[in-house]
């Protein structure tokens, strides 16, 4: 029997007291390994918060969450973190890359932050050649020693999918990937996804955009944090979309990491979502293993 991904068994999320947010309310979701699942709704409907609990950044108020089979509800949270470093990417609206790093060396920032969690203290052998092959993936390569600064909007989206790659996570969540782009980055995007989900990838993606979620094979729609099933049926055709320029060639180069945090923050994180921020204050004291 396969296990299922996700399986969300009738969550609730509840947000204080008085008055009483019930921003989830009884949601069962199951997403099979592979699927490519959009999440629509109004704003305030709950999506962002459904993103949080099925990323392990938010615990529920209510219900039982399984990934890959694990009872996330019993978890500690450093191992939920643990759990979220290994399986999981993450995709925002705003890229959030360091605007004074180049494309390479966010991607391996990333790769450094996330080893950190599951592996503290030992050296990562491959680091660079990992985010040059996850660069690659998203068509960037002769971009690597770019500045975000120097990318259009659509270029700094596929850097933050790169990033979110390069840890091998089996399941992608992307709350409004396309929200900050117009139709022809956006296609882009989505090209992407189309190809990463073809080689196994699940997604789970919010979107306010119906292009957006129609290209998903499935799509849940979440009014008042109740969730129904809207569609089950093929996706959209693709648009496919012309390769990117290429850029001088040139060896990346990098140079050293000062202390800089990058908090890479969903919308109205809950605290328990700080452990998962893209901290690079605490790995820039450990950029001895940086070059390797
Ligand atoms: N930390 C919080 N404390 C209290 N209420 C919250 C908190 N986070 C979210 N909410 C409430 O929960 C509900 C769902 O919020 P959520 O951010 O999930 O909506 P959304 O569907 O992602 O909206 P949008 O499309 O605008 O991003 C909203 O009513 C919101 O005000
Ligand atoms: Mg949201």
Same mark, same amino acid.
């Given at each position: 029997?396969?296990?299922?991904?996700?399986?969300?068994?009738?969550?609730g999320?509840?947000?204080?007291?008085?008055? !009483?947010?019930? &921003?989830?309310?009884?949601?069962?979701? #199951?997403? !099979?390994?592979?699927?490519?699942i959009?999440?629509?709704?109004?704003?305030?409907?709950?999506?962002?918060?459904?993103?949080?609990?099925?990323?392990?950044?938010d615990?529920?108020?209510?219900?039982?969450?399984?990934v890959d089979?694990?009872?996330t509800?019993?978890?500690?949270?450093?191992?939920?973190a643990?759990?979220?470093?290994?399986?999981?990417?993450?995709?925002?609206? !705003?890229?959030?890359?360091?605007?004074?790093?180049?494309v390479?060396? +966010?991607?391996?920032?990333?790769?450094?932050?996330?080893h950190?969690?599951?592996?503290?203290?030992?050296?990562?052998? +491959?680091?660079? @050649?990992?985010?040059?092959?996850?660069?690659?993936?998203?068509?960037?390569?002769?971009?690597a020693?770019? %500045? *975000?600064?120097?990318?259009?909007?659509?270029?700094?989206?596929r850097?933050?999918?790169a990033? &979110?790659?390069?840890?091998?996570?089996?399941?992608? %969540?992307?709350?409004?990937?396309?929200?900050?782009?117009?139709?022809? +980055?956006?296609?882009?995007?989505?090209?992407?996804?189309?190809?990463?989900?073809?080689?196994?990838l699940t997604?789970?993606v919010?979107?306010h955009?119906?292009?957006?979620?129609?290209? !998903?094979?499935?799509?849940?729609?979440?009014v008042?944090?109740?969730?129904?099933?809207?569609?089950?049926a093929?996706?959209?055709?693709?648009r496919?979309?012309? *390769?990117?320029? #290429? @850029?001088? @060639?040139?060896? *990346?180069?990098?140079?050293?990491v000062?202390?800089?945090?990058?908090?890479q923050?969903p919308?109205?994180?809950?605290?328990?979502a700080?452990?998962?921020?893209?901290?690079?204050?605490?790995?820039?004291?450990?950029? &001895?293993?940086?070059?390797?």
């Open positions: 029997m396969t296990t299922n991904v996700l399986d969300l068994r009738r969550i999320r509840q947000y204080g007291t008085e008055p !009483a947010v019930h &921003a989830l309310v009884d949601i069962d979701l #199951a997403v !099979a390994r592979g699927e490519w959009s999440v629509t709704g109004p704003s305030g409907a709950g999506k962002s918060t459904l993103l949080n609990i099925i990323g392990c950044l615990r529920p108020t209510s219900g039982k969450y399984f089979g694990i009872d509800t019993t978890l500690s949270d450093d191992q939920r643990g759990l979220r470093s290994r399986r999981i990417g993450f995709v925002f609206q !705003a890229f959030h890359l360091m605007p004074y790093r180049s390479l060396e +966010n991607v391996m920032l990333a790769d450094l932050y996330r950190e969690r599951t592996t503290p203290g030992s050296v990562t052998p +491959n680091r660079r @050649a990992r985010a040059i092959a996850a660069i690659e993936r998203v068509g960037l390569g002769a971009r020693d770019f %500045l *975000p600064t120097k990318l259009s909007g659509g270029e700094r989206q850097v933050a999918i990033r &979110a790659l390069v840890g091998s996570p089996s399941l992608l %969540l992307c709350d409004e990937p396309t929200g900050n782009l117009d139709s022809k +980055n956006s296609a882009a995007i989505l090209d992407i996804f189309r190809k990463l989900n073809a080689e196994g997604l789970v919010v979107t955009d119906n292009d957006v979620a129609g290209r !998903a094979a499935r799509c849940v729609h979440i008042d944090g109740r969730l129904r099933e809207t569609r089950s093929a996706p959209q055709p693709e496919v979309n012309p *390769p990117a320029p #290429a @850029a001088p @060639a040139g060896r *990346p180069r990098l140079g050293s000062g202390a800089y945090a990058l908090v923050t919308v109205n994180r809950p605290t328990s700080a452990q998962v921020s893209l901290s690079f204050v605490s790995v820039s004291f450990r950029l &001895a293993t940086f070059h390797r």
